[in-house]
């Protein structure tokens, strides 16, 4: 089991977080949400994430939303010598990030998450 579970569906904006993933080179469990069939729907992918959307990452058991966010998380988690520092990585900061990405969209369903 690695560090990273990346929850995904082939053909939406979870597609260029799977590319970056690579790209980085870094290890992650990868866990196909079906969207068609609605999987994205069901109790137990709400349970990971509230907004019933792809692309999702557990990271070390911190969800980080939204494409934009986790971009910037895995730039940040996976630095390389001579990168600059998006921002130190504290336990809150994912989190922030997402719904500050999250928030200007928000909809029926994301605001029912408290
Ligand atoms: N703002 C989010 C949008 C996420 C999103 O809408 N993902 C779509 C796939 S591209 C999804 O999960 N749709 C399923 C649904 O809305 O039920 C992001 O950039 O990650």
Avoid at 2 to 27: M, W
């Amino acid at each position: 089991m690695n560090d990273i579970a990346f929850f995904y569906s082939p053909q939406t904006r979870a597609s260029g977080v799977k590319v970056l993933l690579e790209e980085l080179g870094a290890s992650y469990d990868l866990n196909v949400v079906n969207t068609r069939a609605r999987e994205q729907l069901e109790p137990a992918y709400l349970a990971v994430n509230p907004l019933g959307k792809v692309p999702a990452i557990l990271d070390r058991g911190i969800l980080v939303t939204e494409q934009a966010a986790i971009f910037i998380h895995l730039a940040d988690r996976f630095r390389r010598r001579g990168w600059p520092r998006v921002w130190p990585i504290q336990t809150a900061a994912p989190i922030c990030a997402g719904w500050s990405f999250t928030a200007p969209a928000s909809n029926r369903r994301s605001s029912t998450v408290p």
